[in-house]
């Protein structure tokens, strides 16, 4: 049997009627619309698909293929009519005009096609029509085309309500105009468009809605991951990581902060937010603050001992400057007399280029005064028979009854160096004159040739300097950091030191740091004056200028050990420096809260006074244990679990913050997913507006 219809009504005839010609079929439509009181055109059933896919190549041993490729048949249709909303029946009419085929037929054979493949598969071809519709609106929207893929990111969600019933009326409307056939698609296109704007305005909120429960469920997981890493709670991990990110913490510098701390390393260290939040906690006192401050007073102790090894390592253990200077002029006296005796005992060979040199310097450098104080040196300490015999001529020139020998070379040398004392601070801007400056390098030189030609003038010097030589070179260590000592002055005045005096330069050195570092660690425990400006005294240590100052005067291995820590002990000392001790301003509005919340009136109080409302509230705060004395009890824990995370030791904060770390990456991963899956929803909506002809059962009318 087949369906017609005719005038609005359906008709069914004898199945006879598909393989009657064209026009035989035309005259029988209008005869049984003449007998419904008007001539009207019908839409011919066409072939029959039952009959097609049981018969043919379907028939025999591949009968059961023929169902299957009926199901494909009708999913691929409807797949393929969606991208034109129902206007393929006409489309194909149309084209087929081109061709010299009649339109109506061609246009009722398609729709009896359709018809009887959703008749008979009706889940397949709705599968295909949403499909079609989805992926047709999906590149639409991606195009620009339809207005929901032209909205702002981070459009509200009243707004994209809005385009949607919009969009979702238009593609509906289009869709069941397409389906519609004479006076039934008006009434298709309305039906439909009303379906496709109910569809397009609840979608935007469907999709948001199950996003964000995604992200919910997926940031509830992530977090408590996150916890159970960093040994704490969910949420204090989450919210500490939202801190932490907030100032990029959480990125790559954070964890380079906090590896610059070393073995010391807290999560404290990852960035400013990170201390404020330790500071405020602090601030507020309770159990929280009494942990931050013990941990952090511990690690300062910790970190000063350590500096002071390496300072004992690299630069010797401290004795002071006076005492340092005391133990030059007394304990270098012994091994003076041995070292030097066996020094001044030893020739010189003047044939030796190296002597020809002595000779020269002595005889055309060395000035008058410089020789003059040699011999008041000698004359000094007894030793008159060794004057230097020396005569100046008028015009400058110097001859002697016989050639310096070790002893008086070597206060000749001391006496150049008195000269060039006499020079230091008569200079511009306090430092040595020109002239000053030469007689302490001819000495330098003199000091050189001599110690290179006897060698045990050379180990004289090494072993035990004179008292002199040694305490410039204490005074040298001692000024060695200030801002008036260059780096060329330093270079300058440790070329060709000896080993005894570069001892004394280290001591220097050694009592002028030490100096600083006690006082810093005074300061930052005491906290009576400004922290960080002793911070900064010790940070002043590793400027650029004095790392190049030390490593001239103790090496450059020594220099780089000394400064890598000083930077790592420094990170405490900071640390220390940004937490303020307990505001008296705090705590007395801490105190005054308190005793208001203790002196405020019970339940019973509160009734006495005529406040019944405010008496039940105090009663449902006592039966759900949120009063505000239980309240407070439950900030002091949360605070002290807060501190404890922040101030907790290296080999715990490290994988506390890669925790944290991960979570915020977590987070930032399931916002994109999403964003994605309401993406993906929404790409969809479409293949709802076309199914109003399937709700209501039928394809035209």
Do not use: C
Request: glycine fraction near 10%.
């Amino acid at each position: 049997m087949a369906t017609l219809t005719i005038n609005g009504q359906k008709v069914t005839v004898d199945d006879s009627f598909r393989n009657l010609p064209p026009d035989q079929q035309e005259a029988t439509v209008n005869e049984i619309a003449a007998s419904l009181g008007s001539k009207s055109e019908a839409k011919p059933s066409g072939p029959n698909l039952d009959e097609y896919y049981s018969s043919g190549i379907y028939s025999g041993a591949y009968n059961p293929l023929g169902p299957i490729a009926k199901t494909v048949d009708a999913f691929a249709t409807n797949a393929q009519s969606a991208p034109l909303f129902g206007w393929g029946d006409e489309a194909v009419g149309g084209l087929s005009v081109l061709g010299g085929g009649d339109y109506q037929n061609n246009t009722n054979a398609v729709r009896s096609r359709e018809e009887q493949l959703s008749n008979s598969n009706p889940i397949a071809s709705t599968a295909g029509t949403i499909a079609g519709s989805a992926l047709t609106a999906g590149g639409l929207s991606q195009a620009g085309v339809l207005p929901s893929g032209m909205l702002p990111q981070g459009a509200s969600l009243l707004s994209r309500v809005g385009v949607g019933a919009g969009e979702g009326f238009g593609l509906g409307a289009l869709q069941g105009a397409g389906t519609g056939e004479g006076d039934g698609s008006v009434e298709n296109a309305l039906y439909n468009g009303a379906i496709g704007a109910v569809a397009g305005g609840a979608l935007p909120a469907v999709a948001q809605g199950i996003s964000s429960g995604y992200r919910s469920i997926a940031d509830m997981l992530a977090r408590n991951n996150a916890a159970n890493a960093a040994g704490t709670t969910p949420e204090v991990a989450s919210n500490l990581a939202h801190i932490l990110a907030a100032d990029g913490s959480l990125g790559p510098q954070g964890l380079n902060n906090m590896q610059a701390a070393g073995r010391e390393a807290m999560l404290a260290d990852a960035g400013p937010n990170a201390r404020q939040v330790l500071d405020r906690n602090i601030q507020r006192g309770g159990q929280g603050g009494v942990l931050a401050r013990d941990r952090i007073d511990a690690r300062v102790g910790r970190d000063a001992q350590a500096l002071t090894d390496v300072l004992d390592t690299t630069l010797g253990s401290p004795q002071g400057l006076t005492s340092a200077g005391s133990s030059i002029r007394q304990g270098t006296a012994a091994a003076r007399g041995n070292t030097y005796d066996a020094a001044y005992a030893a020739p010189i060979n003047y044939a030796d280029p190296r002597g020809v040199a002595i000779e020269d310097m002595v005889k055309n450098r060395v000035p008058r005064s410089a020789i003059a104080k040699a011999n008041e040196l000698m004359r000094v300490e007894g030793l008159k028979s060794q004057q230097i015999k020396a005569n100046f001529a008028d015009d400058g020139t110097v001859t002697f009854e016989t050639l310096p020998d070790v002893r008086q070379l070597d206060y000749i040398t001391r006496g150049l160096n008195d000269v060039a004392s006499e020079a230091d601070g008569a200079g511009a801007m306090g430092g040595t004159t020109a002239v000053g400056r030469a007689y302490g390098d001819l000495s330098k030189e003199l000091r050189g040739n001599l110690r290179d030609l006897v060698p045990e003038y050379g180990t004289a010097l090494d072993t035990a300097s004179d008292a002199i030589s040694q305490s410039k070179a204490l005074k040298l260590g001692a000024n060695i950091l200030s801002p008036s000592s260059t780096m060329d002055d330093i270079a300058i005045a440790t070329q060709g030191m000896s080993a005894s005096e570069r001892t004394a330069l280290k001591q220097g050195i050694r009592s002028n740091i030490e100096n600083r570092v006690a006082n810093v660690t005074r300061t930052v425990k005491d906290g009576d004056t400004d922290a960080r400006e002793a911070i900064k005294a010790i940070k002043d240590l590793s400027s650029r200028a004095n790392r190049e100052k030390v490593a001239s005067a103790i090496g450059a291995d020594d220099a780089k050990t000394l400064f890598d820590e000083v930077d790592r002990v420094s990170k405490s000392f900071d640390l220390r420096a940004s937490v303020a001790d307990n505001s008296a301003t705090y705590a007395r509005q801490a105190a005054d809260k308190m005793l208001t919340d203790i002196n405020a009136p019970g339940p019973l109080g509160k009734l006495q006074r005529g406040e019944p409302l405010k008496a039940g509230k105090s009663v449902a705060q006592i039966l759900t244990n949120t009063t505000p004395e239980a309240d407070l009890l439950r900030e002091d824990a949360l605070s002290a679990q807060i501190v404890d995370l922040l101030t907790r030791p290296s080999q715990q904060a490290i994988p506390a913050f890669q925790a944290m770390q991960n979570y915020q990456g977590q987070t930032i991963a399931n916002q994109a997913r999403a964003n994605r899956i309401a993406e993906l929803l929404l790409s969809a909506r479409s293949g709802v507006y076309p199914s109003a002809p399937l709700l209501r059962g039928d394809r035209k009318r």
